[in-house]
């Protein structure tokens, strides 16, 4: 960029003296470089968008898809591939205002109801990219967010009831949510002036702690699979699983990296903060995993990548190279933790472990961004900006900020759900159980003999 | 005419059919099966969740022999799938009461 702000002022001081005086070549000036980098960051944004798709379809059903039992695939893959139409259509309407528009510090306003006034303009969100593009950027993470608690529901929830259970978990838990972290005046919002100032980069109490909590409640509520426990559930092709958790490596980029909504400095820090952590994370939980089974297994390593990744998700931008490589590394073995020892102590069917690798990766990854958060790595924040920094209480910010997630995750997915069990009922019956959702609910199967 | 069932190990298959060719056999049908008989499974962990493998993947051979080379075709396949090892399978053989070629209605022996 400054080999073309040279080559600019070169033009500029060769256009002939009687031209207008020397302000206006300097206004003109100015805005060729604003468009100039305007031009940049809006390319890597629409870029980071497409990414950050990418991790719901194909990343994230393939995923899961891979997870369940073959019976069950179409239906799973449906689970996250249907967000994409629904959530965006949502978010269109009415969500991207109730999350973004300036309203109470809990949820935004109706400024924006069908994306009215959200135009070429930059907003007051990303000053040099498009609102627009801002807008559909976002839209992205309301699309993944709810599609990770899908989960902890698989291979038992009505098609139905998920819909409408997405349809209001949109708007009781992600809207409010996202606004009072990210939205102008949120409560949590460190940035605005929140009540809480809450460091969270792209999305570890937004999108993680959200889903993943909301994802427990769900297993507990439906209660577990038939057979579970004592029918074998073992994930039916490991080889799909592998190819979504490598799409959702790579969107992760585009969600850790685009969120500094720009092109500079700040997505490279992040860039390299995203891919430490979810290395050593990687290597975490297969160290754990080869020390306690004797083997070290690929569904452990991709479990792991994707629980470095969530770890990460509040701090990449925040935080240095080596904190991100400590983080990734106790993120991977911490969720292993959870995933594989207290879930079968506490007996809840989470059926692809939603919980312990979103909700409780995210959970500690917000705390041990208050840890590790340095003015020295991004001067947007304060002198003192986390513990290591000498800012002790930016970890109880951080707490309380994720409590405040919590809470909300857990009365109103309570709420929704009861809702959704009266009104249509959760589960399917019994015998559509047996046959598998792909047949009972989508009238289709996955591998086909007889094709 | 005898019918010859073998359930072997699939790793073992190819060497059997070479054995059969060897010795004049033209036809038979192979089935990709799951089983076990005195062999134990093994074990599979699934982020924790450990489950025992008691059914192994094994190939399952059918073929239908005129009654005089029912003991030459049987020692080929048991010498041929054979590794001194438990899971090398079972052959089984039966009284077969007729055989007809569907393409000319060839009975017996002449439909194998």
């Known amino acids: 960029m400054q080999r073309g702000l040279w080559l600019l002022l070169a033009q500029v001081l060769a256009v002939p003296l009687f031209a207008q005086s020397e302000a206006s070549d300097l206004e003109a000036l100015k805005a060729a470089v604003a468009q100039a980098q305007s031009s940049g960051d809006n390319a890597w944004m629409l870029t980071c968008t497409a990414l950050v798709l990418l991790m719901t379809g194909p990343g994230l059903a393939l995923f899961y898809g891979g997870l369940v039992r073959r019976k069950n695939v179409l239906a799973t893959m449906m689970q996250s591939f249907v967000m994409m139409a629904l959530a965006t259509v949502l978010w269109a309407v009415v969500g991207y205002s109730l999350a973004f528009g300036t309203g109470s510090p809990v949820i935004g306003s109706l400024d924006y109801f069908m994306l009215n006034g959200v135009g070429g303009e930059p907003s007051g969100y990303a000053g040099t990219i498009p609102h627009q593009t801002f807008m559909l950027f976002q839209m992205m993470f309301a699309i993944i967010t709810p599609a990770l608690i899908s989960g902890a529901f698989a291979e038992r929830m009505k098609f139905s009831a998920m819909l409408l259970f997405m349809t209001l978990w949109s708007f009781v838990i992600y809207y409010p949510m996202a606004h009072m972290v990210w939205g102008d005046g949120g409560l949590l919002n460190a940035f605005t002036g929140g009540a809480i100032p809450c460091y969270d980069f792209a999305g570890g109490t937004v999108v993680h702690i959200t889903s993943g909590v909301s994802a427990l409640v769900c297993a507990i509520y439906l209660g577990k699979r038939l057979g579970y426990g004592t029918e074998p559930m073992k994930p039916h092709n490991l080889v799909i699983s592998t190819i979504g958790a490598c799409l959702l490596w790579v969107g992760w980029f585009g969600f850790n990296a685009g969120s500094a909504l720009s092109a500079g400095a700040g997505a490279s820090s992040a860039f390299v903060a995203t891919q430490l952590g979810a290395a050593t994370a990687t290597l975490g939980w297969l160290v754990m995993e080869w020390l306690q089974m004797g083997k070290p297994s690929i569904l452990g390593a991709i479990s792991g990548a994707v629980a470095g990744l969530v770890v990460i998700t509040p701090a990449a931008g925040f935080v240095s190279p080596a904190a991100a490589m400590v983080m990734g590394f106790v993120g991977g073995a911490f969720c292993y933790f959870m995933v594989v020892k207290v879930k079968s102590m506490l007996g809840y069917d989470d059926s692809l472990d939603a919980f312990g690798i979103h909700g409780a990766g995210g959970t500690l990854g917000a705390i041990l961004t208050g840890v590790f958060a340095s003015h020295a790595v991004n001067d947007g924040l304060p002198e003192a900006a986390g513990l290591l920094d000498g800012n002790g209480g930016q970890v109880v910010n951080q707490i309380l900020g994720s409590l405040v997630a919590w809470v909300l995750a857990i009365v109103g997915t309570l709420i929704i759900l009861k809702i959704c069990d009266i009104t249509i009922g959760l589960r399917v019956p019994t015998d559509h159980e047996i046959d598998g959702l792909d047949l009972t609910q989508h009238g289709e199967e996955g591998y086909s003999l007889e094709a | ?112």
């Open chain 2, 1 to 112: 005419m005898k019918k010859i069932e073998a359930v072997l190990q699939p790793f073992k298959m190819e060497e059997v059919k070479e054995a059969l060719k060897a010795i004049g056999v033209t036809g038979m049908t192979i089935t990709e099966v799951r089983g076990h008989g005195r062999q134990k499974g093994h074990k599979e962990v699934y982020r924790g969740q450990e489950y025992q493998v008691d059914l192994l993947p094994k190939v399952k051979l059918e073929l239908v022999v005129p009654d005089g080379l029912l003991e030459e075709v049987v020692q080929a396949i048991s010498a041929a799938a054979r590794t001194g090892k438990i899971g090398d399978g079972k052959i089984f053989v039966f009284e077969v009461a007729e055989a007809i070629r569907v393409r000319n209605d060839d009975r017996g022996d002449e439909a194998l």
